[in-house]
């Protein structure tokens, strides 16, 4: 079946520094994929999505491309800063089904 | 526009005990969703409610029932509570199936 793989965290980073979370995905026919935030408390909020290969998501400084023929959407972010700790689910939606899958979510955390 | 909304926020039972979780959209979607997270294992999908009137299985059902009450409104319950139950459910909607999920704050349960 479809599934949803990302990076084991925590991971720890300086202020400005660059970041990359791995996501890649086993999915029969063609998923939209979507990375979502969730902040301490809350629920998941959409950060970017995609719904094409070669499409590029962005959002806040983050960006994703949608990459078919690795089966990837590895998350960036040229410097980061405190206030992007949190921790990031990359998912894709099940064309057939329309039903999600979630990674089982990577942890950031900035220090100052 | 409140979004999504679920009651209540916190709640322990004892075993075998029931209980109703609450969910509601004021944004008129026509798909529901309902999440259980699980630390190191993301969110997994326990039903859905693709439009009103509808409801399917999710990745783990059992020991849950659904209502799609009207259009606004998806709830969730626990007829006989177990301590594998433990755990933060969420209630997310969309447009669509497929579509961004928007996700309420969650309701943290603990089975005692």
């Known amino acids: 079946g479809d599934s949803v793989t990302q990076m084991e965290g925590p991971v720890t980073l300086s202020e400005e520094a660059f970041l990359t979370i791995n996501c890649t995905y086993t999915a029969t026919g063609y998923p939209s994929l979507f990375w979502y935030v969730q902040y301490p408390g809350e629920g998941l909020q959409l950060l970017l999505k995609?719904?094409?290969?070669?499409d590029k998501g962005s959002n806040k400084g983050f960006e994703a491309t949608y990459r078919k023929e690795t089966t990837s959407f590895h998350l960036e972010k040229g410097s980061v800063q405190v206030s992007d700790s949190a921790v990031y689910f990359c998912?894709?939606?099940?064309?057939?089904?329309?039903?999600?899958?979630f990674g089982t979510g990577t942890r950031l955390k900035v220090l100052a | 526009n409140a979004g999504v909304t679920q009651t209540p926020k916190f709640q322990v039972l004892k075993t075998g005990q029931s209980m109703t979780l609450q969910c509601a959209q004021d944004?008129?979607?026509?798909?529901m969703y309902w999440y259980r997270q699980d630390p190191g294992m993301g969110l997994r999908l326990i039903y859905y409610?693709?439009?009103?009137?509808?409801?399917d299985k999710g990745e783990v059902p059992n020991g849950y029932n659904v209502s799609r009450l009207n259009k606004r409104e998806f709830s969730l319950r626990l007829e006989s509570a177990a301590p594998s139950q433990t755990s933060v459910y969420f209630c997310?909607?969309?447009?669509?199936?497929?579509?961004?999920?928007?996700f309420g704050p969650g309701t943290r349960l603990t089975v005692l």
């Open positions: 997310a909607s969309s447009v669509r199936g497929g579509g961004e999920q928007f």
């Open positions: 944004m008129n979607h026509n798909s």
């Open positions: 995609a719904t094409k290969a070669d």
């Open positions: 409610s693709a439009s009103e009137g509808t409801t």
């Open positions: 998912a894709l939606s099940d064309t057939r089904t329309y039903k999600y899958i």
